[in-house]
Nanobody
């Protein structure tokens, strides 16, 4: 799976921004997809993840710091994953990376929040939030 993230930019506190990640590969629907972010001098941290689609929708996981502000979603027809970010603050400033790993229903949030679980990564897109 090859991933390419886009949509980053410079915004102000309180603004919204949507990131998109385009994926190639015929088994896209079988992958869990995630967004991580990395600020200068800090480790790459989990933002959100979305599982495979079922008749009940797709399970999603979020970091506590973004819950209620960010929404992750996938479009299997377009093989994309999006991250809708609302109420942005300077603490959200980072390079955002999309990632993919094979979905396993026996894994839970802790597993999908672990960056070491992801074998495929996009190149990153910069988000800067000014105060």
């Amino acid at each position: 799976v090859q991933l390419q993230a886009s949509g980053g930019g410079l915004v102000q506190t309180g603004d919204s921004l949507t990131l998109s990640c385009a994926a190639s590969g015929r088994t896209f629907s079988s992958y869990a997809l995630a967004w991580f972010r990395q600020a200068p001098g800090r480790v790459r941290e989990f933002v959100g993840a979305v599982g495979v689609l079922s008749r009940n929708g797709a399970i999603t996981y979020y970091a506590d710091s973004v819950k209620g502000r960010f929404t992750i979603s996938r479009d299997n027809a377009k093989t994309t994953v999006a991250l809708q970010m609302n109420s942005l603050t300077p603490d959200d400033t980072a390079t955002y990376y999309c990632a993919a790993t094979m979905w396993d229903p026996f894994y839970g949030r802790a597993d999908y929040a672990d960056r070491n679980r992801y074998a495929y990564w996009g190149q990153g897109t910069q988000v800067t939030v000014s105060s």
